[in-house]
């Protein structure tokens, strides 16, 4: 574990992340920085480029992966010119990954260790000491030609290199203090997001997992799992039953009992997954 880091000129920080146990994660990763104050959150892009426009922070934290804003798009629409330094969280294939490091972009990897977030920090904290906003600015816009010259290389992938009946997990080994525990994925019953950690429900067990709970998601089978809401995954096969509510909304009843609530939005893609009542 580095050290803490000595307290200097206050850093004001904006977080963007379109889900709410990523941005505590966040929060966590920033707390033992005393010289750091989290000016915002934001939700989306459209909400970071509003809030940047409006009173523009030393440094945005910010997801490349959102739905209609990405990160992409957030420095498009802001300008690379006007756009504060930035700290990239990303879960890309390699030529992206590529493309940050050719134009000195700074970016962590999801999900992140405290140390290697530390790393990244560090080297923005001297960037922004050493007034290289300019040029900062060029490698934002440089690397946003970068990757429109190279269709889709925005998009995560999985690597071609990986067949695609082995590309999911099948297993996960969850740290218990000084051990490690095997859970076998198909015996996942559902999924929940705890904060900057996901809770995996096997039966009547419970396992705390260090990972966000969308990092977790693209390793799983989408044929075997679906996102029912902002915080819950379930193993399909474990659906015993979806019950309508009055507003419109759902819940799904797993095998355990258990219910779970449906999102307006994902109840299309859970009917598309079970298909739709008759």
Excluded at 148 to 164: D, H, I, T
Excluded at 194 to 219: N, W
Aim: hydrophobic share 40%.
């Amino acid at each position: 574990m580095t050290n803490a880091p000595s307290v200097g000129p206050e850093l004001r920080v904006l977080i963007v992340d379109d889900e709410p146990p990523a941005r505590a994660g966040l929060r966590h990763l920033l707390a033992r920085h005393p010289d750091v104050e989290i000016c915002g959150e934001c939700r989306n892009g459209a909400e970071a480029i509003e809030a940047i426009r409006r009173d523009p922070p030393g440094l945005v934290v910010l997801d490349v992966q959102m739905p209609e804003y990405d990160g992409f798009e957030v420095v498009r629409q802001v300008g690379p010119s006007l756009m504060p330094p930035v700290l990239f969280l990303t879960a890309f294939d390699q030529f992206a990954l590529k493309a940050f490091e050719i134009h000195a972009v700074d970016y962590v990897l999801k999900p992140c260790s405290q140390e290697r977030f530390d790393e990244a920090l560090a080297r923005a904290r001297q960037r922004i000491r050493q007034s290289e906003l300019a040029a900062i600015g060029q490698r934002l816009a440089h690397l946003l030609q970068d990757l429109e010259a190279k269709p889709g290389a925005g998009e995560p992938v999985r690597s071609s290199a990986v067949p695609a009946e082995t590309a999911f997990a099948e297993r996960f080994a969850i740290r218990l203090g000084n051990r490690s525990s095997i859970v076998e994925v198909r015996d996942i019953d559902w999924i929940e997001a705890d904060d900057y950690c996901c809770s995996i429900h096997v039966g009547a067990e419970t396992h705390v997992m260090r990972e966000s709970l969308r990092a977790l998601e693209g390793r799983l089978n989408p044929l075997e799992f679906v996102r029912i809401h902002r915080s819950a995954i379930v193993n399909v096969r474990r659906i015993r039953e979806v019950h309508g509510t009055a507003g419109g909304e759902a819940l799904v009843v797993l095998h355990t009992g258990i219910q779970i609530p449906v999102s307006r939005r994902k109840r299309a893609e859970l009917e598309r997954r079970i298909g739709r009542p008759r």
